[in-house]
């Protein structure tokens, strides 16, 4: 079965760090870019970050530039955000997503999330 | 860069047709034909439902139809189930070599 898997959200002060991983199975895993996209409590979904599929080439939003950083390990299938300097905005829910395979511009499958909370 | 424009919400009665419209710039939805279109159920994970404008990801309803014009893309749902209701989202690639999403459309089959 195809999954992604998101682990290592929680509650962190402000301020504060989190890594955030995917664990993806069932697919070819290096063969595809990868994405995190947020959805804030009532609010719409913001994309946070993509990288291709070797990990080379990396783009993120303006709004986190700097304090989020997209990797992956294709030897271990795996989906990395690392979230520095969070603050109580970063609050959200935090999906990892794969691209579509011939498509290079689409969001085509998404894991259930994992729960980010920021508050002193 | 700003979010793609939607209506906050749309309400139809079952079996009827709806269009959710998306509104971009020249920098977005007008630059390339890589609008895509997502349903949320709260709670679950989004499902990709129209890619490249007007593609269906395989298994989704014929019912569900992409389309685009300049700045302002598309998503036709004909036909309404209750099964319909849900949030829908567009987004689209950038001339920055970025991502942004619509504001979001809650859809509710009266």
């Known amino acids: 079965e195809v999954q992604l898997v998101e682990s290592g959200g929680g509650l962190v002060q402000p301020g504060g760090s989190l890594r955030l991983s995917c664990a993806a199975s069932g697919f070819f895993f290096r063969n595809y870019g990868m994405y995190w996209v947020r959805q804030g409590p009532g609010k719409g979904l913001v994309w946070l970050s993509h990288?291709?599929?070797?990990?080379?080439?990396?783009s993120d939003a303006d709004s986190v530039k700097g304090r989020l950083t997209i990797s992956r390990d294709n030897a271990k299938s795996t989906l990395y955000l690392q979230m520095n300097s969070l603050r109580v905005e970063d609050t959200a829910v935090y999906y990892c997503?794969?691209?579509?395979?011939?498509?290079?511009?689409?969001?085509?499958?998404w894991g259930q999330g994992t729960t980010v909370t920021v508050s002193s | 860069q700003s979010a793609l424009t939607q209506p906050a919400s749309v309400s139809e009665s079952p079996g009827q047709s709806i269009t959710i419209s998306c509104t971009g710039s020249?920098?977005?939805?007008?630059?390339?034909?890589?609008v895509s279109w997502y349903q949320h159920h709260p709670g679950k994970a989004p499902k990709l439902i129209i890619y490249d404008v007007d593609d269906r990801p395989s298994g989704v309803s014929s019912r569900l139809s992409g389309s685009k014009s300049g700045n302002t893309a598309s998503l036709t749902i004909s036909g309404l189930q209750a099964e319909d209701e849900a949030d829908y989202y567009c987004?689209?690639?950038?001339?920055?070599?970025?991502?942004?999403f619509g504001t979001g459309t809650k859809v509710t089959v009266l």
């Open positions: 020249s920098s977005d939805i007008g630059a390339y034909n890589f």
């Open positions: 997503v794969r691209g579509h395979f011939w498509s290079g511009h689409t969001m085509e499958l």
């Open positions: 987004s689209s690639y950038t001339t920055s070599t970025t991502y942004v």
């Open positions: 990288i291709n599929s070797d990990g080379s080439i990396t």
